[in-house]
């Protein structure tokens, strides 16, 4: 069953009409925006209908804009004339259909496709005293009543507005063979290597779900290795007019072990990275969420080829730290070796909605 969310104009003459606000991206295209503007042409005083959607990152809080500056910079943005109609008579989808059976002739359709460029819906998690909305993408659906769609010197009131607020979200794909690596390291004193393999289960891991991470070591030297390190970072790349990346630890566990001197080693490991088990969340990037929804670390951003996305993009890998000591040298020549994997973190799609009920809902 599926609601339908709507929005109200302060002055009461238009109310925008959303069947979804979950919008999915399937790499090689975007689901489309469609919704319904229901205009009452008595309050528009000669003026039109207009209908954005913008997709913006937002680098500071509403609250700072107090001399002139802009926090939040539009990725892209495409607006229509929905009243009165500009384009004919457009091609109307079910639940445009479904909509206007409940809005009637007041109601006018509208869509939007969006480029498969455009990044999902982030926000970077906020410090405990930090206030206002959280840094990151979001998308906004806006109705609005103007005499043109885009003319600077033309002030819009509230009151002649209304907007809901969507995301823009991946699923996680079919699953496929999970990475592997390996490594051969030699140290100081020392004419054999230690030799590691890792490996992943499986290529994508859900929200939540334990990863199992198989370690293979043959230890052809002297040493002793007393410790295995099993971390998971999340690394954002913030691509707006540079590109930086910040990389935060969101999981980490160490596992005593004696593997001796001449032996050979293989065992599964376990971690779970969460949200919720995670020390230090200020800057972390997490699902974008529609009011006071729980969300989970951010998603994995799936892309096609060199595609250029602005915005955030997340990436995720699996970091191994085999730590070996003793030999001729005893702690002197202690030393790690490491490997990554990279790992796919998603949520997996949800059921299919077969039953499409007309319940509007304020939001």
């Known amino acids: 069953m599926s609601k339908v969310f709507k929005k109200t104009s302060g002055n009461g003459s238009i109310a925008l009409y959303l069947g979804r606000r979950d919008f999915v991206d399937h790499v090689d295209s975007v689901d489309v925006v469609d919704g319904i503007v229901k205009v009452d042409p008595s309050g528009l005083n000669g003026r039109k209908v207009f209908v954005y959607l913008a997709c913006a990152f937002r680098y500071g809080s509403d609250d700072l804009d107090v001399i002139g500056l802009s926090f939040r910079r539009d990725i892209w943005i495409k607006k229509v004339q929905v009243y009165p109609p500009a384009d004919g008579n457009p091609t109307k989808t079910p639940m445009q259909e479904s909509l206007l059976k409940k809005v009637g002739e007041q109601g006018c359709p509208f869509s939007f496709q969006m480029p498969t460029n ?147 080693f293989e065992k599964s490991f376990q971690v779970t990275p969460l949200l919720s088990n995670t020390k230090e969340k200020r800057g972390l990037a997490v699902d974008g969420k529609l009011k006071d929804e729980d969300t989970n670390l951010a998603s994995t951003t799936l892309s096609q080829g060199d595609k250029e996305i602005q915005g955030i993009i997340i990436h995720y890998k699996v970091k191994i730290a085999v730590t070996a000591s003793g030999g001729l040298l005893g702690g002197l020549t202690g030393s790690d070796v490491v490997v990554e994997l990279p790992l796919t973190l998603m949520s997996p799609k949800p059921a299919e909605v077969t039953d499409v009920i007309v319940d509007p809902v304020e939001a």
């Open 118 to 264: 455009l990044p999902c819906s982030v926000s970077l998690h906020p410090g405990p005293k930090d206030d206002g909305k959280a840094c990151g993408v979001d998308f906004e659906v806006k109705a609005y009543i103007a005499n043109e769609a885009s003319n600077p010197d033309e002030v819009i009131e509230k009151k002649d507005t209304c907007r809901l607020m969507i995301r823009k979200i991946q699923f996680a794909p079919t699953n496929k063979a999970g990475p592997k690596v390996e490594l051969s390291k030699q140290f100081m004193m020392s004419d054999k290597p230690i030799h590691l393999e890792a490996s992943l289960e499986k290529e994508i891991y859900h929200h939540g779900d334990p990863i199992n991470v198989i370690v293979k070591i043959n230890n052809e030297t002297s040493k002793t290795i007393k410790k295995i390190k099993v971390s998971v970072d999340q690394l954002t790349n913030v691509v707006l007019y540079s590109s930086d990346t910040y990389t935060k630890e969101v999981c980490s566990e160490e596992f005593a072990e004696n593997i001796a001197a001449n032996s050979t």
